[in-house]
């Protein structure tokens, strides 16, 4: 299974960009699917995820202003991110859940900066 994720790019504060992932291989079912984020020197953290079913699930920081969609028959999970804080500058990493297995792509960056 191989993740790729597109969208990411530079942004001013208060801006907005959308960021796209597309599973593709050996794929059935995807179950879960989400973003985390991650900044050099910390642990990755849990940005959102959305089941199958669209029940999604936000980290506190951005609630209110990502929203994380999927489209189950592209096997594509998409976030939306509205008004952005220079503290939102890492490295984005999709990941998607399939019989248990867990599977991640390899990163892309967002800066927010003026």
């Known amino acids: 299974v191989q993740l790729v994720e597109s969208g990411g790019g530079l942004v001013q504060p208060g801006g907005s960009l959308t960021l796209s992932c597309s599973a593709s291989g050996s794929i059935v079912i995807i179950a879960d699917m989400g973003w985390y984020r991650q900044v050099p020197g910390n642990q990755r953290e849990l940005v959102a995820t959305i089941t199958r079913g669209g029940r999604t699930n936000y980290a506190e920081s951005v609630e209110g202003r990502f929203t994380i969609s999927r489209d189950n028959t592209k096997n594509t999970v998409y976030l939306q991110m509205n008004s952005l804080k220079p503290d939102d500058t890492a490295v984005y990493y999709c990941?998607?859940?399939?019989?248990?297995?867990?599977?991640w792509g390899q990163g892309i960056q967002v800066t927010v900066s003026s």
């Open positions: 990941t998607c859940t399939i019989y248990g297995d867990v599977y």
